[in-house]
């Protein structure tokens, strides 16, 4: 799939105006604050302190606040980064400091109507084996036993499909799961978990599969501007990805709490595009000022999800790519704050 050159590389934008246009992408939709008004009962994230957690949680405070709604948002971490269970708490958002492999503090844990499960574990998978099945699929039985008469939307992966071909239009959620190497094996066991204990409790369950998401302190985007603006050459060995706005993403998965179903219902999350990672990087290279190098060569399959049933049901990603690669320039450029969070994209063994 050829994309033709759109950005308006004349123009630099600024710092200040990047963080506008981000806060302007992140406010809740009329259908988002319509939707969590509607549900029965407090929305409860397990797993809120890693890259998505946080901004979730922001997110459906902000449409409940919106909806003049008093129904509590609840994070629950180990949360191990300085600061951020204050920050939380200061937004108006209930925390609760858990280990949830620990059972009697798994155990501890409140109540809720609606359950977003984000835990689980990726990075250093290889060497941590044990501990990747204990999170992945040990973990999701306890948990779907412990809130088994609540709705839940489970975060998944991608990494459970096998590679398609780049012009196939990406893996449709009617695909079977053939995942490579052992961390999208333990997704898929995650899956399966869930499934069995949504028939046996008749749990409303959504299986919520989601690459890649994209936030300017971390992402393919920003794997790929790093790696021009330090004269790193661009791996093209994965030559095609599908990416969307994290803030999106966030909106689809509380959205998706309205849609948990018996048996459960799968949506793969990802932007429309299938984008060619060479197309990427010699756009970002225009708007950095650099050009970009290059090492390996494009196989003819990658990881590609197809979205169109989220899509459907809850319209395309209002950022669109364009945006998503100007403000990324920009952020990268102008010195925006990163985290050390590679998505390994790159990777076709499944050893992460």
Same mark, same amino acid.
């Given at each position: 799939?050829?994309?033709?050159s759109?950005?308006?590389?004349?123009?630099?934008?600024?710092?200040?105006?990047?963080?506008?246009?981000?806060?302007?992408?992140?406010?809740?939709?009329?259908?988002l604050?319509?939707?969590?008004?509607? +549900?029965?009962?407090?929305?409860?994230?397990?797993?809120?302190g890693?890259?998505?957690?946080?901004?979730?949680?922001?997110?459906?405070?902000?449409?409940?606040?919106?909806?003049?709604?008093?129904? /509590?948002v609840?994070?629950?971490?180990?949360?191990?980064?300085?600061? +951020?269970?204050?920050?939380?708490?200061?937004?108006?958002?209930?925390t609760r400091?858990?280990?949830?492999?620990?059972?009697?503090?798994?155990?501890?844990?409140?109540?809720?109507?609606?359950?977003?499960?984000?835990?689980?574990?990726?990075?250093?998978?290889?060497?941590?084996e044990?501990?990747?099945?204990?999170?992945?699929?040990?973990?999701?039985?306890?948990?779907?036993?412990?809130?088994?008469?609540? /709705?839940?939307?489970?975060?998944?992966?991608?990494?459970?499909?096998?590679f398609?071909?780049?012009?196939?239009?990406?893996?449709?959620e009617?695909?079977?799961?053939?995942?490579?190497?052992?961390y999208?094996?333990?997704?898929l066991?995650?899956?399966?978990?869930?499934?069995?204990?949504?028939?046996?409790?008749?749990?409303?369950?959504?299986?919520?599969?989601?690459?890649?998401?994209?936030?300017?302190?971390?992402?393919?985007?920003?794997?790929?501007a790093?790696?021009?603006?330090e004269?790193?050459?661009?791996?093209?060995?994965?030559?095609?990805?599908?990416?969307?706005?994290?803030?999106?993403?966030?909106?689809?998965?509380?959205?998706?709490?309205?849609?948990?179903?018996v048996?459960?219902?799968?949506?793969?999350?990802?932007?429309?595009?299938?984008?060619?990672?060479?197309w990427?990087?010699?756009?970002?290279?225009?708007?950095?000022?650099?050009?970009?190098?290059?090492?390996?060569?494009?196989?003819?399959?990658?990881?590609?999800?197809?979205?169109?049933?989220?899509?459907?049901?809850?319209?395309?990603?209002?950022?669109? +790519?364009?945006?998503?690669?100007?403000?990324?320039?920009?952020?990268?450029?102008?010195?925006?704050?990163l985290?050390?969070?590679?998505?390994?994209?790159?990777?076709?063994?499944?050893?992460f």
């Open positions: 799939m050829e994309i033709n759109f950005m308006n590389t004349d123009r630099k934008m600024k710092l200040e105006e990047v963080n506008e246009k981000v806060a302007a992408a992140l406010e809740p939709s009329r259908s604050i319509a939707g969590l008004e509607a +549900l029965d009962g407090d929305i409860l994230i397990l797993g809120a890693g890259k998505i957690g946080p901004s979730i949680a922001r997110l459906a405070k902000q449409a409940l606040l919106r909806a003049g709604s008093s129904k /509590r609840i994070a629950v971490s180990r949360f191990s980064e300085p600061g +951020l269970k204050e920050q939380l708490q200061q937004e108006g958002i209930e400091a858990a280990d949830l492999l620990d059972e009697r503090q798994l155990q501890a844990l409140p109540e809720a109507e609606n359950i977003l499960y984000l835990a689980g574990n990726k990075f250093g998978t290889t060497g941590q044990a501990f990747t099945w204990a999170m992945n699929t040990y973990l999701p039985g306890r948990i779907a036993e412990k809130y088994r008469s609540s /709705r839940i939307v489970v975060y998944s992966t991608g990494n459970v499909y096998p398609m071909p780049s012009g196939s239009g990406g893996a449709a009617d695909q079977a799961p053939e995942p490579v190497g052992e999208g094996q333990s997704c066991g995650r899956e399966r978990i869930f499934q069995y204990f949504s028939s046996r409790y008749n749990t409303p369950l959504l299986i919520y599969r989601l690459n890649y998401a994209i936030d300017l302190r971390y992402g393919v985007l920003t794997e790929i790093r790696a021009i603006m004269q790193r050459p661009v791996d093209l060995g994965t030559g095609h990805v599908n990416v969307i706005w994290q803030g999106d993403a966030n909106e689809m998965a509380l959205r998706a709490l309205g849609h948990c179903s048996p459960p219902r799968i949506l793969n999350i990802t932007g429309p595009e299938t984008i060619p990672v060479r990427l990087a010699t756009e970002l290279g225009k708007l950095l000022g650099r050009q970009p190098e290059f090492v390996n060569t494009e196989q003819p399959t990658a990881l590609l999800s197809n979205a169109g049933a989220a899509h459907r049901l809850f319209g395309y990603p209002k950022v669109t +790519l364009t945006e998503m690669v100007e403000w990324t320039a920009a952020w990268v450029r102008e010195g925006g704050e985290l050390n969070k590679p998505t390994h994209f790159q990777e076709r063994k499944g050893r």
